[in-house]
């Protein structure tokens, strides 16, 4: 079959190469998938340069976490999916439902699991959802991760309710599904952004206010002041090192911030003694369980919503998809056709 790989020891983008593989076969428990889109995360340029778990793959792997299509066989014993059905696997393998497993977890697409980004793989059929029927392929594998990851904390972890405020920091994967989820949710959404243009699109797309973090490097009192001097209840922190004192100075009483990502770095001085005068809180968030997943997709196909794909790539276009992803050019999701 026709696949990607990252190459041992890759340290950077010429690590990802075409390749072909054997197809594989579906054992006891497992579905082939016939897969029909892949999306890129940001996780993704982290295993390309080999700065994931802070060192490169040590072997070959097919890369992409997030991936959807179609079963084409199934191994004996397996109840939850048939032939035809149109699922996509789940980013961590034996995550069901209930707290994180303890200990080491396997995810699609870095060492030992291989991901997506190939014409087939195999699935356990508990490491697999069906998709939303009214999503494409395409639109149904920008969910695994990304969509999970804000899902997961705004409306697991931070239950959302009318009214409140929920700021979302960058227009990436994560922070578009946060503020669509937000708003289903009832809530108010401020969103940050580098780019005035991505931010008339938030605004587009329901949020209430946008603040250009490039031309408001103090973003934090602009949003204080978008509050009435509140402060949002809930903050989606994909920024790491960088923003996160700001979130604190911007986080209302006894509001949440979902520490999710290190765009800006992990090395920080940010003392957490903000929080305390606020009864405020952060919480750690690594993606989901599969009975969130169901519950996301529930909301999703409920609400018809349609998550947002800045551009679409071809299956041989795979190093310019990840290219753009590193541009920061894109405004929600990057997606691959397979
Ligand atoms: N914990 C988890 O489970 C989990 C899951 C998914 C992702 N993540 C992490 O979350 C982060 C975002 O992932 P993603 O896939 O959504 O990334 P992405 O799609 O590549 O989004 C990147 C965007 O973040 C924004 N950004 C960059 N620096 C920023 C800053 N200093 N302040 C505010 N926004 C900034 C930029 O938005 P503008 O162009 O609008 O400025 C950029 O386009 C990454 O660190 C990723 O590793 C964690």
Redesign the pocket.
Known sequence: MRAYEIVAGSDGLEGLRRCDRPEPTAAAGQVLVRLRAASL???DL?IARGKYGGAPVKQAVVPLSDGAGEVVAVGTGVARFRVGDRIAGTFFRDWIAGPAPSGARVALGAPPADGVLAEYAVFGEQNAVLIPAQLSFEAAATLP??AL?AWHALMTIGGVQPGQTVLV???????IFALQFARLAGARVLV????DD?LARALALGAAAAVN?RATPDWQHEVLRLTGGYGVDHIVE???A??LGRSIQAIAIGGRIYL?????GVASDVGPHGLMTKYASIHG???GSRSMFENMNSAIEVNAMQPVIDRVFEFDQALEAYRH?ER?A?FGKIVIRI
Do not use: D, E, P, Q
């Open positions: 995360n940001f996780r982290l991760c990304a990851t920091l960058g227009t990436g994967g994560v922070s940050t952004s580098s780019n991505k973090y994909v920024g790491g960088g923003t999710i990502g290190v765009l800006t968030v690594y993606v992803l920061r894109h």
